[in-house]
Nanobody, 116 residues
Framework: QVQLVESGGGLVQPGGSLRLSCAASGSSASIGLMGWYRQGPGKQREWVGN???????NLADSVKGRFAIARDNAENTVYLQMNSLKPEDTAVYYCRVQHTIFGTSWGQGIQVTVSP
């Protein structure tokens, strides 16, 4: 099983920035797609973005131009740089990783709150 450790969440004012990190255990050769989802209060979990091992990435329209996703394959870590944060970005953010042997793993979730 792949262990995922998320960090970097917290409280930020509108217009501010945060960077989330998610470190995965195991061999980097076995880790494929890495990504982020979020679940706001009273909402369903939604996809935020993902990145392949070769570096190709995709982001949801709601965060394009404000968020960026990156990964460090040597460290098995995926990052979500969040800029120009809005109150509607408030959510629990989840890291999701696909492993060639163990399949899909989810992080425990990390709270991001955007409020004055």
């Amino acid at each position: 099983q792949v262990q995922l450790v998320e960090s970097g969440g917290g409280l930020v004012q509108p217009g501010g920035s945060l960077r989330l990190s998610c470190a995965a255990s195991g061999s980097s050769a076995s880790i494929g797609l890495m990504g982020w989802y979020r679940q706001g209060p009273g909402k369903q979990r939604e996809w935020v973005g993902n990145i392949f091992s070769g570096g190709r990435s995709n982001l949801a329209d709601s965060v394009k131009g404000r968020f960026a996703i990156a990964r460090d394959n040597a460290e098995n870590t995926v990052y979500l740089q969040m800029n120009s944060l809005k109150p509607e970005d408030t959510a629990v953010y989840y890291c999701r990783v696909q492993h060639t042997i163990f399949g899909t793993s989810w992080g425990q979730g990390i709270q991001v709150t955007v409020s004055p």
